[in-house]
């Protein structure tokens, strides 16, 4: 029985499964926690990491559930919505752009 995957487990191959597994957690690490800059939103205090790639791209990720302390995603819970809907809290976009302005953030190369 032939199986498709998006990408191959090299089950066959364990010197090169290793290789994979290895590199994917240098790709977490990468993606996930390097250069992300701590920062607290200036309204309601909630802290996130952020980084930036571009004027156009932040990658946010909360410390903490943002319901237990953004008053927006807190209402947003309430109403059903999920976090990440809407993509981000106007108060803390407006946080993230000060750090730019302040140069405490700085947009990654």
Request: proline share 6%; aromatic share 6%.
């Amino acid at each position: 029985m032939i199986r498709w995957a998006k990408a191959p487990d090299f089950a066959d191959q364990p010197e090169r499964r290793a290789e994979v597994q290895a590199q994917t957690v240098v790709d977490k690490q990468r993606y996930l926690e390097t250069g992300m800059t701590p920062l607290k939103c200036q309204s309601c205090a909630s802290e996130v990491l952020v980084r930036k790639y571009s004027a156009h791209q932040t990658s946010i990720q909360w410390v903490a559930d943002p319901a237990a302390r953004c008053p927006v995603f807190a209402k947003l819970s309430a109403a059903g919505s999920q976090p990440g809907r809407p993509d981000s809290c106007a108060d803390l976009e407006r946080t993230i752009q000060w750090a730019l302005d302040e140069g405490v953030l700085e947009i990654q190369e």
